[in-house]
């Protein structure tokens, strides 16, 4: 089922590059497909078949250019799987619960760091 309603969005986006609409490297607040810019400006998704109004759009092509949560969000990742691969080495229910909790603080400051990003 999934297969054959990507097959449909990809056919509308065909057709809207065929109709002269541009793809963006903005995604889509509902649904986070790319959205598409119509000859006339518009911002549109192809998924939703909607216009979509981005009020940060100048924001966010700032925040996309500020390589400080980027890199903690990268390093809070490599955290995250080095963490994960010592709770698969471990067998001890004490080292698993430090570890565990660890991991937990963790997952959470991403939640914030991908907060941050997105407000
Ligand atoms: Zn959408």
Known sequence: MQRKSDDIHIKRMADLL???????????????????????????????EKKVIIVKEVEDAEKGANP????????????????QAKIEQTDNAEEIG????ALNEILNSLEKVKRMKKS
């Open 98 to 101: 430090k570890l565990t909790n």
């Open 68 to 83: 400080a949560m980027d890199k903690l969000e990268a390093t809070l990742m490599a955290k995250v799987d080095s963490l």
């Open 18 to 48: 065929r109709q002269g609409a541009t793809l963006t490297d903005l995604a889509c607040p509902v649904c986070s497909s790319p959205l598409f810019r119509l000859k006339d400006g518009t911002l549109w998704c192809g998924v939703d």
